[in-house]
């Protein structure tokens, strides 16, 4: 039975949850002894930022693959299942940080950014994008705290990392991706749900589960998933339920009665039936068309 690889960096094992990892690396560093090829993988715990200013290639995100065309930023949070396929003349860089400590500052000091952090995305960029902005004297102060590891250089780089993600955050909206307004308080209980649907998917659990595990009562969870998300609290429990669906028939090797099983049905069919209706596809007409999809060009 195969499973996502989970690294810390690409090809190191997982550090703990806990770790609190701030890393600058350029692309090619990893990548050239890959023979440019990243394999799908994730992170448990830290977020990745990758700046690509030269070169082509694809990278997946879950089930999706995308090509690169730079200059373009590559936003992947913990937990994102993702891969790449460079050209070997790619250049850019590739920062990693822990997601809980930027979120934990991020909703001190500008909670709106946590949604950005959040979100897997590929936004493009035109090259008067990067001279107005400030990413390159980031990205040289970022690189500078890291190579020299001076006293304190973890929280130095990871104010600097906030201070990025509001530049990351001005882009999105100047490319039609906006980030999505969130109080401290609304975010913390967002993350919390998605916490417990993460712990306890496999389960079948009913919204007033998670309601009364948060303290609060349907109506109120449901409200603000509308306000926050822009969907109902059953919808996002199917979400992550049919995303760790599609994980499982791209990935993992098993049969789909392995993985219907493993996502605690008890009944292909009805498993099968389940899929169906949140994707529009057969669990078998999903994995063929994923992997003809995601084959390398």
């Known amino acids: 039975m195969r499973r996502i690889p989970n690294y810390s960096l690409y090809g190191e094992s997982a550090r703990p949850p806990w770790y609190d990892a701030f890393n600058f690396e350029w692309i090619p560093e990893r990548s050239r002894p890959n023979d440019w090829h ?24 879950e089930n999706t693959k ?6 373009c930023i590559v936003l992947l949070p913990a937990q994102t299942v993702h891969g790449f396929v460079f050209s070997p003349d790619v250049d850019g860089l590739v920062i990693t940080a822990a997601q809980r400590s930027l979120e934990s500052i991020s909703s001190v000091v500008s909670p ?3 949604p950005v952090l959040q979100r897997a995305a590929v936004i493009p960029l035109t090259a008067q994008a990067v001279e107005d902005n400030a990413l390159m004297p980031l990205f040289g102060l970022l690189e500078k705290e890291f190579r020299m590891s001076d006293r304190g250089h973890i929280a130095a780089g990871m104010s600097l990392l906030v201070a990025l993600f509001v530049h990351v955050a ?4 100047r490319a039609s991706a906006p980030a999505v307004a969130s109080t401290e308080r609304r975010a913390l209980q967002i993350r919390q749900f998605r916490n417990l649907v993460a712990a306890h998917f496999r389960e079948h659990q009913p919204v007033e589960f998670y309601a009364q595990k948060l303290g609060m009562t349907v109506a109120q ?6 306000e926050e998300l822009s969907s109902s609290p059953l919808a996002i429990v199917n979400e992550h339920l049919v995303r760790e ?21 008890s ?31």
């Open 221 to 226: 969870l449901g409200r603000i998933c509308r």
């Open 267 to 297: 009944d292909i069919a009805y498993f099968s039936r389940y899929f169906r209706k949140q994707t529009g596809v057969t669990p078998t007409e999903f994995q063929g068309e994923a992997h003809k999809a995601l084959a390398i060009e």
């Open 170 to 173: 001005r882009l999105s909206e």
């Open 38 to 61: 990243i394999d799908a993988h994730r992170h448990d715990a830290l977020l990745q930022f990758l700046y690509i200013c030269s070169g082509s290639g694809q990278v997946v995100i």
């Open 112 to 114: 709106g950014l946590i």
């Open 66 to 71: 995308t090509q690169i065309e730079p200059p």
């Open 245 to 265: 669906a599609q994980r499982d028939l791209v990935y993992s090797g098993m049969s789909i009665k392995q993985i219907a099983h493993g996502l605690g049905f």
